[in-house]
């Protein structure tokens, strides 16, 4: 008992314990800053790493959005200067697709194939620009329907109307007519899905008004063309041409229109991340 205690209360052992007391942080300050160290540049790495993917997307959103409007563009003016490499065909009374069957037809089936080339860089463009949510992943495969629409509206020409006014279908005219009623129809619902993930996205808010308009126009106009050429089918003396044309040219705008947004998009914020950087 007596030499516990004399160890107990021995200064040189209170000294040790002291020193173990008061000196043991700075044993394991140079392990734990190590491992705070590793952490910490752990986490910027992985900062660094999804700042660069988002940078990466956003340029490659950027150059889809370009190819998207420069495709349907393209098919836009195709189907411009086919009037006046068919002048025989009344604009007023023939469908854009009557050109494909005359004169330097394969012009406008190219076109076809074209406008769908570019939509569907659309899709993915709109998939790599706009944020994650309810509605996306619907609007992308609807327009990847519009693509198949008019990609399959070129590789199948339809048929010419005869004298009488009746067509004669053949394979190539149903498919063509199933293309259409397929894009005409993926194209009305994917309007309506835009504009409500438009007005949720910060970045394309500016664009979902237009696209809510154009959402109730594109049924209208669907129906307006499709009851001029039942009254007064294609080559009859109608005005069925005339309301295709109606119908196509805010089409053709608002296809162009997404692609120059997304490039403006990548746009503003390269510059915000520069001024920030600044």
């Known amino acids: 008992v007596t030499q516990a205690a004399q160890c107990e209360g021995s200064p040189a052992t209170i000294s040790q314990l002291e020193s173990a007391f ?40 950027s150059t889809l959005g370009t190819l998207g409007a420069a495709g349907v563009s393209y098919f836009a003016l195709t189907f411009l200067a086919m009037h006046f490499i068919q002048p025989e065909l009344n604009p007023l009374d023939h469908n854009g697709s009557d050109y494909a069957v005359g004169r330097l037809g394969w012009l406008m089936s190219l076109g076809f194939v074209v406008a769908g080339t570019g939509t569907l860089a659309l899709a993915a463009g709109l998939y790599k620009s706009l944020l994650p949510g309810k509605g996306v992943r619907a609007a992308v495969l609807l327009l990847m329907l519009v693509a198949l629409g008019f990609v399959g509206s070129g590789v199948f020409p339809t048929d010419v109307p005869l004298a009488d006014g009746t067509v004669g279908y053949t394979f190539s005219g149903k498919m063509h007519a199933v293309s259409g009623f397929v894009l005409f129809l993926s194209l009305i619902t994917v309007a309506f899905v835009l504009a409500r993930v438009f007005a949720r996205d910060a970045n394309w808010q500016t664009t979902a008004t237009i696209t809510r308009w154009f959402a109730w126009f594109v ?3 669907f129906v307006g063309a499709m009851t001029a050429a039942i009254l007064h089918p294609p080559g009859t003396g109608g005005v069925a041409g005339l309301m295709q044309r109606i119908f196509l040219a805010p089409v053709f705008a608002w296809f162009i229109l997404m692609g120059v947004r997304m490039r403006r998009i990548e746009s503003a914020l390269r510059g915000s991340t520069g001024r920030s950087a600044v």
């Open 219 to 221: 049924p209208l106009g």
């Open 22 to 61: 008061l000196f043991w942080p700075l044993i394991l300050k140079r392990p734990i800053s190590g491992l705070i160290g590793h952490m910490t540049s752990g986490n910027q790495s992985q900062r660094g790493v999804a700042m660069s993917s988002q940078t990466d997307g956003r340029r490659l959103a």
